[in-house]
């Protein structure tokens, strides 16, 4: 309990969140922590709405023109939350094959996958992000999770799979080259400026929603690295 309080008075300024934690099974593949023991508590660490987004375009990775400035600042801040603790962190960016982040989630929170492939949460829809995985080795006294249905289960008219102007999400997955073509058009401005269409469509946690700045940040990202370049 001391580690999660302490942990939740330093998230307050850095606009994180913990999204819960789960007890790491022995089929969970985790690297040993940096003193050789074995994690057994994984706390999953998150951003929903805008609170994220003041601290960080309020640092110095934000302004100092190098690639990869949310990864960067993700890392310092987080890396020094878990040194007190003996922790090491695993962060949604690293790792090939990729950590399994989405996954994690399903036994944190009660998100579910969405037809976007993007987890949703009852609270903040699709507006909210995984920022790292904090692994110590206590075992944890967490809250149960408690279940909640998918927001989609009664959903109207599932507004996120029609918005998408190149249909981008069809049964057989995201078609991540239709997007990305896109973006680099005309037409794609609004996408690349404002966010992705489809998930701004989705009415649950709209109040959670994204600044445009925010948004532009996040998409001409993923713009730049499918174009292989360095954001
Ligand atoms: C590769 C990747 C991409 C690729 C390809 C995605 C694709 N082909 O679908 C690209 C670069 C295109 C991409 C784009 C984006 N991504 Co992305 N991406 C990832 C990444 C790094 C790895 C995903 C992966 O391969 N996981 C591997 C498998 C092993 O992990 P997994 O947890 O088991 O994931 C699977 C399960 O969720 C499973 N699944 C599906 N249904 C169910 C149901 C149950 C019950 C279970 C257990 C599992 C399950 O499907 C997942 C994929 O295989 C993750 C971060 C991460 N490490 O998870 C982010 C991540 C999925 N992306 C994320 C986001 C937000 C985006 C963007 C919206 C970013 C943006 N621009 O704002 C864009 C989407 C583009 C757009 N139009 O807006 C978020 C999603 C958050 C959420 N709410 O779920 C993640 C988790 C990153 C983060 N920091 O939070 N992404
Ligand atoms: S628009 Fe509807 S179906 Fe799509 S993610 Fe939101 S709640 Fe789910
Ligand atoms: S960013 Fe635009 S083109 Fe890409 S998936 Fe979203 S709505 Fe479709």
Known sequence: MQILGQIWMQFNTLGLLLRGGMHLAHSDTVPLLPDGRAAQTLLLVGNAGPALWRAF?????????????LNRWTRRQLDAVAA??????????????????????TRCEPVHPSPLGLMVHPQYGLWHAYR?????????ALA??????????????????????????TPGGYNV??????LALPEGQDCLGAG????R?????AEFAQAPTQN????????????????
Do not use: N
Not at 57 to 69: I, W
Not at 132 to 140: E, F
């Open 84 to 105: 007190p603790f003996y922790g090491t962190v695993l962060y949604p960016f690293d790792a090939a094959p990729a950590w399994p982040f989405q996954r994690w989630a």
């Open 132 to 140: 790292g995985a904090i692994l110590v080795a206590p075992l944890l």
């Open 201 to 205: 469509a989705c009415p649950v946690g």
């Open 196 to 199: 992705c269409l489809a998930r």
């Open 57 to 69: 375009s309020a640092s110095p990775e934000y302004a100092d023109g190098q690639a990869h400035p």
């Open 144 to 169: 149960a999770l408690v279940p909640a249905a998918s927001p989609c289960q009664t959903c109207a008219g599932y507004p996120c799979l029609s918005r998408c102007p190149v249909g981008a999400f």
């Open 177 to 182: 080259a239709a997007c990305a073509a896109h």
């Open 216 to 231: 532009a940040f996040h998409m001409r990202a993923f713009r730049d690295a499918m174009a292989g370049a360095k954001p």
